[in-house]
């Protein structure tokens, strides 16, 4: 099992730059296919990037393409989400999410992840 800890969020200006973290707990990280979500105040919660557990694949929603940058740190059993070029659109919060690659590969057509943060809030304002 695998505890996951958001942190990085916060109020920022539109076009700034935020980084996320996401500390997990627990020696199978490294084997984990990781994500990032988030939900906006009266939205459905919605899929923003992924990574494989070696790092070496990502997805992104193509509302994030080219702006955000998934990445991983498996010495630090951490994963990033550096995001750039902010808009007011991506105000919500924000989750890490992930589970066993076996079971959800990075190329799964639905990230069904059993493991779950807490959320950070990002604010962007115009």
């Known amino acids: 099992q695998v505890q996951l800890v958001e942190s990085g969020g916060g109020l920022v200006q539109a076009g700034g730059s935020l980084r996320l973290s996401c500390a997990a707990s627990?020696?199978?990280?490294?084997?984990?296919?990781m994500g990032w979500f988030r939900q906006a105040p009266g939205k459905e919660r919605e899929f923003v990037a992924a990574?494989?557990?070696?790092?070496?694949?990502?997805k992104y929603a193509g509302s994030v393409k080219g702006r955000f940058t998934i990445s991983r740190d498996n010495a630090k059993n951490t994963v990033y989400l550096q995001m750039n070029s902010l808009k007011p659109d991506d105000t919500a919060v924000y989750y890490c999410?992930?589970?066993?690659?076996?079971?959800?590969?990075?190329?799964?057509?639905?990230?069904?992840?059993?493991?779950w943060g807490q959320g950070t809030q990002v604010t962007v304002s115009s």
């Open positions: 999410a992930g589970d066993q690659s076996e079971r959800v590969p990075i190329f799964a057509l639905r990230y069904d992840f059993n493991y």
């Open positions: 627990g020696r199978t990280f490294s084997t984990y296919t």
């Open positions: 990574i494989n557990w070696s790092g070496g694949t990502t």
